[in-house]
């Protein structure tokens, strides 16, 4: 290559190089160009963001008052002392004693006066003059005698057999127990019933029962006499309550609930299947605590009554005929209500109405025939499949899961207008529950297995008898007295 050719080439290079630094100055005007609206765009989104985070921060603190209102109107559902609690002054406050128009009630007159005192008159108050006595009016009092114990003292007689040599020990029909020794000092039937009722039924902690009968009896009992003692009445009660068990499937209609417990360190459930005069309380711990082999195991695969429950699906794996509780689906349909959009709340009101409506044909007093009836049971029925089959909007999730449990459960929520006898709600089981939540306050569930199943089988058959006015105290000598585990004869007549 000449001279010339070569500084030609130079100049071609130098001529591309500076066309492509061209165009590099160009590509960076345009890049710093992009970069300024970059900023410009970042700037927009962080305020944009700012102002959603505002928003969502707001909706936060809503939400989180709104869950605080919600959960202390749960609360004071459950609190022992809110039907005595005001928020508000009320302008005009029921007055005390008996409504207007009601007869005065009256404690009926002793049939058996066992003493009999004066009470003279004295000098007046006013000037001190000597009182005349117009008429004599007689007034009862209704006390007890001073509570002395009474010791009795068992002369065992002890032997062996003349053929065989094995030993023999006498045993009075009175007695509860073959101790003797060390623990010969016994205490009786009556008091240990007494305080198993005090535990089991109506919630006093074992050691409040033991100070107060060293209060008023003068009897010094360790709280784990009667921990011990009750658990050999609960063995003794075995065939008892195994026979509440098939008098329970054998009634036409039955309420369930079930509400959480412990036992020692372990979660547990206790649950109640409740009828007229038949209650029968389980505890479960472990997986299935809460699942459907509970009211498989206590009803039965066979039991063909109607069952009473709320929402749990457990009660599913039974295929008998069941109505769900009204009152459930109304509380969470109001709980919704009052903090729903004005869309839902419209939409909630509606199946509200739908089932007051319901509930009030089986309540209304008013004359109606029989066809007039069935005209509205079909009414009610229409309108919950309108509102089941056509929201005409975009609805909340909550209000989406309420319907969808509506939709699953359809033929079990006016089950009671086709039963005569069948309430529309599940109250019963939670009326026969709330002294068990009340005992689980107070004495704090159960310590051990054995004290769950002791717990199950008393208050069974302490609820049981107190629905069917029988004799517990009866009952319970007969099962203290007894040797062996038997049937209480009560239940036993009354089964045949």
Known sequence: MSKDEHIAALQRANEL???????????????????????????????????????LDASLAENRRL?????????????????????????????PGRPKGHAPSRRELPT????????????????GGAGRSDKVLPQFQIDLPPVTPIVTQFNVHCGHCSCCGKYLQGRHPEQISDALGAAGVQ???????????????????????????????????????????????????????????????????????????????LNAWLWVFTSRDVTIYAIRTGKGARGKQVPLEILGPDFDGILIVDGLASYDALECQKG???????????????????????????LIDIFKDARSLVQS??????????????AVHARLDQWLAFFGYDPSEELIKLAKHLRHYRDEWFRFLDEPEMPSTNDHAERMLRPAVVTRRIGACNRTLLGALTHSVLTSIMVTWRQRG????????????????????VLQQAMK
């Open 112 to 127: 058996k006066v066992d003493r009999v005192v004066d009470a003279p008159l004295g000098s007046c108050p006013n000037c």
């Open 365 to 378: 007093t008013l004359p109606m025939t029989e066809t007039e009836y069935w005209d509205a049971v079909d």
């Open 470 to 489: 029988w004799d517990l105290m009866q009952t319970a000598l007969e099962l203290w007295r007894s040797p062996t585990p038997i049937v209480a004869p």
């Open 324 to 350: 769900r509780c009204n009152g459930h689906i109304l509380r969470r349909a109001h709980r919704l209500e009052s903090a729903a959009a004005p869309n839902d709340a419209r939409y909630l009101r509606r």
């Open 67 to 95: 869950r605080s209102l919600l959960e202390e109107s749960e609360r004071e559902k459950h609190r022992q002392v809110v039907r005595f609690a005001r928020r508000e002054r009320v302008k005009q406050p029921k007055k």
């Open 17 to 55: 190089l500076q066309r492509d630094n061209a165009q590099l100055q160009r590509d960076n005007a345009l890049l710093r160009r992009d970069k300024a609206q970059l900023q410009r765009d970042n700037e927009q989104l962080q305020q944009v963001n700012a102002q959603l985070q505002l928003k």
């Open 187 to 265: 205490i009786g039937p009556t008091l240990l019933t007494m305080a198993a009722e005090m535990k089991h039924r109506l919630g006093v902690t074992y050691r409040k029962i033991s100070d107060f009968f060293g209060n008023y009896l003068d009897i010094s009992i360790a709280p784990a006499t009667f921990c011990r003692a009750e658990q050999r009445l609960a063995k003794k009660a075995g065939p008892t309550y195994a026979l509440l068990l098939d008098a329970l499937r054998l009634c036409e209609i039955v309420h369930a609930d079930e509400t959480g417990w412990r036992v020692a360190m």
